[in-house]
């Protein structure tokens, strides 16, 4: 069965950097874009980013845009996000989750998710 | 951006009920419309995508309709796991935004 298992949360300052990592397993990992989504504590759902089958295509939310990069490594079936800069309001629990499709258009049904790591940033 | 709206923001309904649940778009994302439920602690579950086509494992009490900017979510008879936090999501246009949520309570 699929599975997505964040990790690399924690507390950092403002304007520090964090890198977080997803590995999968259950699934072709090659062959299926995968999403960065993000849930600020007590609030609502906020798309963060998506990466291609192949890494070769992104798309980041504006509010990450120039701070946030997200990779996948093929060898070990893993997806990560680098977060720079970051800020008070990038606090959230990151969710790792697969798309339906290879590309990244029109990717955004996301029928798998992970537990989600919790990220604080705070002074 | 598309800006999503969800109506209402809270919905009290009881067991065996049918409840409905509305979803604007800001403008038309025509049928690329997915809805998610999120109970506590747990993360989101895919419901609908297309706007009206079941995921996998979904029961049929679940149902999708409309098109453009107008969406309703429909589940016919209310089970005790059904109580949750429904979210739409449009990704037709980037970035793929979601609406802020209708919780569904007794």
């Known amino acids: 069965q699929v599975q997505l298992m964040e990790s690399g949360g924690g507390v950092v300052q403002p304007g520090r950097s964090l890198r977080l990592s997803c590995a999968v397993s259950?699934?072709?990992?090659?062959?299926?874009?995968m999403h960065w989504v993000r849930q600020a504590p007590g609030k609502g759902l906020e798309w963060v980013a998506i990466?291609?089958?192949?890494?070769?295509?992104?798309n980041y939310a504006d509010s990450v845009k120039g701070r946030f990069t997200i990779s996948r490594d093929k060898s070990n079936n893993t997806l990560n996000l680098q977060m720079n800069s970051l800020r008070t309001e990038d606090t959230a629990v990151y969710y790792c989750?697969?798309?339906?499709?290879?590309?990244?258009?029109?990717?955004?049904?996301?029928?798998?998710w992970g537990q989600g790591t919790l990220v604080t940033v705070s002074s | 951006e598309i800006v999503m709206t969800q109506s209402p923001a809270t919905l009290s309904v009881s067991p065996g009920e049918r409840a409905t649940l509305s979803c604007r778009a800001s403008?038309?994302?025509?049928?690329?419309l997915a809805w998610y439920h999120q109970k506590p602690g747990q993360s989101p579950r895919l419901l609908i995508y297309?706007?009206?086509t079941r995921a996998a494992g979904i029961p049929a009490r679940f149902s999708g309709s409309g098109s453009g900017t107008e969406f309703t979510l429909t589940i016919s008879s209310l089970q005790s796991e059904d109580f949750a936090v429904y979210y739409c999501?449009?990704?037709?246009?980037?970035?793929?935004?979601f609406g802020p949520g209708t919780k569904v309570d007794i």
């Open positions: 259950g699934f072709t990992f090659s062959n299926y874009a």
């Open positions: 999501q449009q990704y037709n246009y980037w970035p793929f935004t």
């Open positions: 989750a697969r798309a339906t499709t290879s590309e990244i258009t029109f990717g955004g049904v996301i029928p798998d």
């Open positions: 403008q038309s994302v025509s049928i690329y």
């Open positions: 297309g706007a009206s």
């Open positions: 990466i291609s089958y192949d890494g070769t295509n992104k």
